[in-house]
């Protein structure tokens, strides 16, 4: 079995979806999804509910998770460059501490549970 793939991947193709005026109706399994997916980048409960209720809110609320799963992206991404070219200098103890530091600063689980799972491997 590979990698899990994250839901928000399933939630940021309903954003491609959606239309310029921003309506996208969306059956109860997928508006659930979304609001999974929402919290889990975190952003506000309250926001999330109150977004849902339009088609306008629901299709800002899309843009918002894509943004913030591209962003949070981004950050693992320059980190784990980062640690790569510390690791490449022999700077292991460079490396664990930009993990560490990536890792309390990230506000995202799934990309600070990647990074955890990283330092427990880092040699």
Same mark, same amino acid.
């Given at each position: 079995?590979?990698?899990?793939?994250? =839901?928000?991947?399933?939630? +940021?193709?309903?954003?491609?979806?959606?239309?310029?005026?921003?309506?996208?109706?969306? !059956?109860?399994?997928?508006?659930?999804?979304?609001?999974?997916?929402?919290?889990?980048?975190? +952003?506000?409960?309250?926001?999330?509910?109150?977004? %849902? *209720?339009? !088609?306008?809110?629901?299709?800002?609320?899309?843009?918002? +998770?894509? *943004?913030?799963? *591209?962003?949070?992206?981004?950050?693992?991404?320059?980190?784990?460059?980062?640690?790569?070219?510390?690791?490449?200098? @022999?700077?292991?103890? @460079? =490396?664990?501490?930009?993990?560490?530091?990536? +890792?309390?600063?990230? =506000?995202? !689980?799934?990309?600070?549970?990647?990074?955890?799972?990283?330092?427990?491997? %880092?040699?």
């Amino acid at each position: 079995m590979g990698p899990r793939v994250p =839901a928000w991947e399933h939630v +940021i193709a309903m954003e491609r979806r959606t239309s310029p005026e921003g309506g996208l109706a969306l !059956p109860g399994e997928d508006r659930a999804q979304v609001q999974d997916v929402a919290l889990e980048v975190m +952003i506000a409960e309250a926001e999330v509910y109150t977004s %849902l *209720r339009t !088609p306008e809110g629901l299709a800002s609320l899309l843009r918002e +998770i894509r *943004r913030r799963v *591209r962003e949070a992206g981004k950050r693992y991404s320059s980190t784990f460059n980062d640690v790569h070219d510390l690791q490449e200098a @022999g700077d292991a103890a @460079g =490396a664990r501490k930009v993990l560490e530091e990536y +890792i309390a600063s990230e =506000a995202i !689980p799934r990309y600070r549970e990647l990074a955890v799972t990283e330092l427990e491997h %880092l040699e």
